[in-house]
Nanobody
């Protein structure tokens, strides 16, 4: 089972970027998936999660700016990030649970991708 995140890069403040997470080895269509991030010198934090039935959770810091979505046919998850701020700079990790409900707790995720770096310049 593999999760691979990609699509990060350098973007100016106020700009947008879309990161993707491709899953392989099994289908995650029945399970919840989520995004976490870790900024330099900080602990990993929850960003967004989407469950099997489409229920979503967002951290307060990204609510209204980020949108999580999934393409079940492609076994892929996306995070559309708009109106980016320098404090959004981090390595973004995708993760998958083995249950259908979304969650903000990192310990409830079994599978993790390697992360993709998003750098927001001021």
């Amino acid at each position: 089972v593999q999760l691979q995140a990609f699509g990060g890069g350098l973007v100016q403040a106020g700009g947008s970027v879309n990161v993707s997470c491709a899953a392989s080895g099994r289908s995650f269509s029945s399970y919840a998936m989520g995004w976490f991030r870790q900024a330099p010198g900080k602990e990993r934090e929850f960003v967004a999660s989407r469950g099997w039935r489409g229920n979503t959770l967002y951290s307060d810091s990204v609510k209204g700016r980020f949108t999580i979505s999934r393409d079940y046919a492609k076994n892929t998850m996306y995070l559309q990030m708009n109106n980016l701020k320098p404090e959004d700079t981090a390595v973004y990790y995708c993760a998958a649970r083995t249950t259908s409900l979304s969650s903000s707790r990192s310990y409830e995720y079994k599978y993790w991708g390697q992360g993709t770096l998003v750098t927001v310049s001021s």
